[in-house]
């Protein structure tokens, strides 16, 4: 658990003053309004242009048990327009949840139906995947329940299961089915084993879209990451990993920017990001992936993951398509 700042009372007492769209903290800009402090006891208003819109393709119900109430607020204080909630499977207690240590996408998040509820109260502004423990009898029934209902991928797949396994095949052949994507937490030893046979399910399943993420996902930027147990490399970075290989060489194959792996990708090496966003940047997607509670400052690595996009990108065009024109296309949002 992160650390508490504040607690939960004050959070919603400051942020009292503010509209649907707006945001709590000063120079933030939401709604197509700023906040302005000044020496009144009053906030006042003045109007901006309306900021540009932010697509967030991971973010979590119940994270780290946070409440609905200050998921919201997190995220308009992050500046996003449109989030998408990535629910976890059932609660399980067999070899793919790690005999049910990594229930809950081993961070107490909810699943199907709540982040449906969240979509449901929220129109517009969130929408909503589908996922399943991949071994449960009844996995793909209990997706292509959601899937109907309107989910716009499959996942977050975060499972302790071999990626090209029946199991998982399954799933891939329901998402072709459905011409959705899906998206994988990949992490050695520990989640979607045998990241190097993945090419092959990618070329098998060349109408589905897969989007990576996590640990070993962002790690294998690298062409010299040969230790997979180091999970957040700090070193420089060369130039044909596995990760970027994936990225160039397949149509299907989309990258994840959220959590810290995909922030460290970045800060690790900021002379080599700045290449890579421009050479994938039609395959790279905004996500956050935060359980703060506040949407800035140090314990907010979603809006840090914003700031570095916009610091390292190329050009605007840049910018946009990976906080914005990449994810709309692909989630037909």
Request: charge should be neutral; hydrophobic fraction near 35%; proline fraction near 5%.
């Amino acid at each position: 658990m992160k650390e508490k700042l504040f607690s939960r009372r004050d959070f919603l007492r400051n942020s009292a003053v503010l509209g649907v769209g707006a945001a709590v903290l000063p120079g933030i800009v939401m709604g197509g309004h700023e906040l302005v402090v000044n020496d009144s006891p009053e906030v006042s208003t003045r109007e901006v242009s309306t900021p540009e819109p932010i697509i967030d393709i991971h973010q979590h119900v119940h994270y780290a048990a946070r409440p609905d109430d200050v998921l919201v607020m997190h995220q308009r204080a992050m500046g996003i327009t449109h989030t998408i909630l990535l629910p976890a499977g059932t609660p399980a207690f067999g070899t793919s949840t790690h005999q049910g240590k990594t229930n809950g996408l081993q961070a107490q998040c909810a699943g199907n139906e709540a982040c449906y509820g969240i979509a449901q109260k929220y129109p517009g502004e969130f929408t909503f995947g589908s996922n399943e423990v991949p071994d449960l009898p009844d996995a793909v029934q209990e997706i292509e329940k959601y899937l109907k209902l309107g989910g716009r991928l499959i996942g977050e797949l975060k499972f302790g299961v071999d990626c090209d396994s029946k199991e998982m095949q399954r799933i891939y052949k329901l998402a072709e089915e459905h011409n959705v994507p899906v998206l994988m937490h990949w992490q050695f030893q520990m989640f979607n084993y045998n990241f190097e046979r993945f090419p092959k399910m990618l070329e098998k399943y060349p109408k589905v879209n897969f989007i990576g993420h996590a640990q070993t996902w962002w790690a294998n930027i690298d062409k010299n990451h040969s230790d997979q147990s180091i999970l957040y490399p700090k070193t420089k970075v060369i130039r044909g990993g596995l990760t970027d290989r994936l990225l160039s060489d397949y149509p299907n194959m989309f990258g994840d920017m959220s959590a810290g792996s995909g922030l460290l990708s970045m800060t690790r090496d900021e002379d080599h990001a700045r290449e890579f966003l421009t050479r994938h940047q039609d395959k790279l997607l905004y996500g956050s992936d935060c359980d703060d509670h506040i949407g800035s400052g140090a314990k907010c690595q979603g809006s840090q993951t914003i700031a570095e996009i916009r610091k390292l990108a190329a050009s605007k065009q840049v910018e946009r398509k990976i906080l914005y024109d990449n994810a709309k296309k692909l989630f037909k949002i």
